[in-house]
């Protein structure tokens, strides 16, 4: 794992709540919680722990919005059940008509063999 990672995961550990999406702030922050001698380090460990906050909030609002979508399709789901109810008998109708069909096409077929044997006779 890079250093930049390892040490910012390590930081986030212990005081996660106290980073935002400021670099500025966290890096003030950064300077409270621990000792980084290298200015280049420690704006390194900042900007990750930044980026890091801000991808988990993007994150956050996706799953926000996925969720009110879900229950948004529950609530349409629960309004339409009567519609659903109307079109049952109509879809009970149609097998109906589809087993008539079904039994015309057996006879037919047993109908092929028995006319090739007369023939054969």
Do not use: C, W
């Not at 879900?70 to 097998?95: G, R």
Request: proline share 6%; hydrophobic share 30%.
């Amino acid at each position: 794992m890079d250093r930049i990672k390892r040490l910012s995961y390590e930081v986030l550990e212990t005081h996660k709540s106290k980073f935002g999406e400021d670099f500025a702030d966290n890096k003030k922050i950064l300077d409270q919680v621990s000792i980084v001698r290298s200015k280049g380090l420690k704006n390194e460990i900042a900007g990750y722990i930044t980026n890091y906050i801000k991808k988990e909030i993007r994150e956050e609002k996706v799953k926000q919005a996925q969720a009110e979508a879900s229950k948004a399709q529950e609530l349409q789901a629960q309004a339409e059940p009567e519609p659903v109810e109307e079109a049952t008998p109509e879809t009970t109708e149609t097998p109906e008509v589809e087993a008539p069909v079904e039994t015309t096409e057996a006879p037919a077929a047993e109908a092929t063999p028995e006319t090739t044997e007369e023939k054969s006779e």
